[in-house]
């Protein structure tokens, strides 16, 4: 019971703070202009700030060769997802507009807004190096192929690979490689650079959490509908996506932090850019929404049960 409570806690924390950021939208406090902000300063240059930190600090050159077995269990996971996801479209007849939306929200989880701050929340900071790894596999996938399934779901025709693979020079990107390479080549960056990003990774679990609750704001109550199609994509993501991770795990042998880790990131909710992909390549929106918002919702109640499964 000592689990569960620590876990209840732990998204009882996280749930202030992503309601916080809903209050803030409610009363005008953040705007759009705020958002767009937000996104940007996170993900340009806080969380690039918190992977160098973050692995520079919890993670040693022992630890690297175990690394790219974490990231090739994490990115055959993601593969596996996507191939299942893909079936089960074909099974449900969606749409075109639906379909590559569907696919993505069952196989790519929200890793980082919400991701990090739950497993740091729930393991400390030794969790990181997992957090980063997972990322990273996640990111791939997120900057490559989903955004290709999504355009191609779209009023556009889908983008040519050269385009999608641009993501290897996003700052996201760039920040877990370096974190890495100074791990690797056991650089010591000066005490105040330290510092520096040290201030930088403790700003990114709260603005996030604030940017999440005033997403689920700005789309509003109205779209929380679960239909035949989104309950298919919620029980994929909290039900199948966690399930695939925990075999391939054993299989790998992978136990311990880093298993606990992968199966929690793999529980998390669907990825916010999904939304931001949809719109800008007109896919279906709103189908977008409703799943990020009630798949925010819902893994504040997923997390604790899954904490004592663990």
């Keep these: 019971m000592g689990t569960f409570w620590h876990a209840l806690a732990s998204v009882a924390i996280i749930l202030l703070l992503t309601a916080t950021g809903w209050l ?13 902000f937000l996104s940007r300063f996170l993900l340009s240059l806080a969380v690039p700030c918190l992977s160098i930190y973050g692995l520079r600090n919890n993670l040693t050159r022992e630890m690297i060769g175990d690394s ?30 639906r379909r590559g939306v569907f696919l993505v929200m069952c196989a790519l989880s929200n890793a980082m807004f919400i991701g990090y701050a739950m497993c740091t929340e729930l393991f400390g900071d030794a969790c990181v190096p997992y957090v980063m790894i997972f990322y990273l596999a996640n990111t791939c996938f997120t900057q490559t192929l ?3 399934l999504i355009r191609r779901s779209g ?37 105040f650079l330290m510092s520096y990003l040290r201030y930088m990774n403790n700003l990114v679990s709260p603005l996030a959490l604030l940017l999440t609750g005033y997403i689920i704001y700005e789309m ?50 669907i990825v916010t850019q999904t939304v931001v992909a949809a719109a800008q390549y007109g896919a279906d929106e709103e189908f977008a929404a ?6 925010t919702l819902a893994s504040f109640v997923v997390i604790p049960v899954l904490m004592i499964l663990l």
């Design 155 to 191: 009023e556009q025709e889908g983008g040519g690979w050269r385009e999608a693979l641009r993501f290897l020079r996003s700052p996201t990107v760039l920040g877990v490689l370096i974190g890495f390479a100074l791990v690797l080549l056991d650089v010591r960056l000066p005490s």
């Design 24 to 36: 803030c939208g409610e009363k005008g406090w953040m705007t759009a202009a705020g958002k767009a």
């Design 220 to 269: 509003g109550w109205d779209k929380l509908r679960l239909d035949r199609d989104l309950a298919v994509a919620l029980a994929f993501r909290f039900l199948l996506a966690p399930g695939l991770y925990a075999l391939c795990c054993t299989l790998a042998g992978i136990q311990g932090l880093a298993r606990d880790t992968f199966l929690v990131e793999a529980a998390m909710p």
């Design 146 to 148: 989903a955004m290709w």
């Design 68 to 97: 790219l077995k974490l990231l090739a269990a994490a990115l055959l996971c993601n593969a596996l997802s996507f191939a299942l996801a893909a079936l089960l479209a074909r099974l449900l007849r969606l749409p075109k507009r």
């Design 290 to 295: 409703r799943g990020a918002a009630l798949s």
